[in-house]
């Protein structure tokens, strides 16, 4: 029985268990940092809470400025060389955290760092892309989330280990991160295959080749990352507004939260795999897309009415709300997967990506203000306010989603690849 689960849960090939492994150790490492960031640059570094705040806010809007072109990168020198560079710098990276001592080192030392971690990032997503099929990419991808999610909670833990342990354990953080960040490295370096899957030659109608446009010019894919941006933001109502609805305007207990974010990381890693089987075309993609939407907007039917509710009342309802956007999320992820597959021009995959990755870094830079704002400040009406705005952004991915394929058909961009 416990093989027969256990092969069930791990992914069917040595590739796609491979870069499982690596998203372990990525999210395991970053996670461990990410989790004690606040106490380490406050108790360690010595700022104030504002000062790591805007420290972080700055790096955001620097990455949106370096998005596009970090992106397209990978189109110029090759997917996995770009991530295994840019992988190896941030692994040093972590080496001189514990040298920073001033808000401006901070800021600098956080933006260098911003710069890699986005370069690495699109340059994964375009070599995860690249190289598997059209059939086994999307269900690879919800390995890797489902292993993503492993490895956060695994650098959480280790986080509040050295959180419980004081401000001599904390300060050993970036060290441990750095060194999983090696081993990261490392591994990606030794990943096989490199990608030498060869794209079908698109010529125009005398038989020459033709140069693929950039991929700002494609509308409807623009049009379509920046929903794709706006449905992420269940992220921040998981993450943010949740929380604070709990704790603000509801009798639930606060101890509640740990159920919570225990429950969305079980279902994400158990699940994830399940959820991405829909989006196995276009229209199976739109078709999470909607799904994904109506999680989202039940999800703030339910937490709505939480602010009138007592007791196991309130406590019921706040976990099948949060039960309800892990849905939204889960089904935003497959979506997003098989979207980015299907309607970027693999010629120009890093260029694709830049431009679905923009919808990504705005999200955390609108949305947590207005969400919040919306919720604790409107109550109900706010929360249907939240609701609108997923409903218009699953609604307008469908026009979007097929304007982007009409772009792609005719410029003669390479199809089933």
Partial sequence: MLIRWWRAIMPPTKLERDLAIQCVLSAFA????????????????????????????????????????????????????????????????????????SMVTFVAMLSVLAVFETAGRNARNVYRIAVFTRETRVRAMAYMRAARNVGYTLGAGAAGVALGLGTSAVKVVPYLTGGLLVLNALMIATLLPAITRTL?????????????????RNVGFVA??????????????????????????????????????????????????????????????????RWSGWAFVVSCAILAVTHDTIGWVSIVLIWVGHVTITGAELWQSAADWGLT?????HRRLGDYQGVWGIGYQVEPIIFPALYTFLALQWGTPGWLVIAAIGVAAAALSHPSARAAERYLVRIGAPVGV
Wanted: glycine residues 8%.
């Fill in 200 to 216: 079908p030659e698109s010529t125009d109608e005398e038989g020459a080749a033709t140069v693929a446009p950039p991929a700002w």
């Fill in 30 to 101: 970053t996670g461990s940092f990410l989790t004690g960031t606040a106490v380490f640059f406050t108790k360690v570094v010595g700022l104030s809470g504002a000062q790591v705040g805007l420290g972080l806010s700055i790096a955001a809007a620097f990455t949106v400025l370096l998005q596009l072109p970090l992106a397209r990168l990978a189109d110029r020198f090759g997917a996995k060389p770009l991530w295994v560079v840019a992988s190896a710098i941030e692994a040093a990276l972590y080496f001189i955290w514990p040298l920073i001592g």
């Fill in 224 to 289: 379509l990352a920046a929903c794709n941006g706006v449905l992420s933001s269940n992220q921040v109502l998981l993450n943010l507004v949740v929380p604070l609805w709990l704790v603000e305007r509801t009798d639930a207990p606060p101890a509640l939260l740990a159920w919570l974010f225990g429950t969305n990381t079980v279902l994400a890693v158990l699940l994830q795999v399940r959820a991405s089987r829909v989006a196995d075309s276009i229209e199976g993609s739109l078709r999470a897309v």
């Fill in 341 to 345: 597959s299907e309607l970027s021009d």
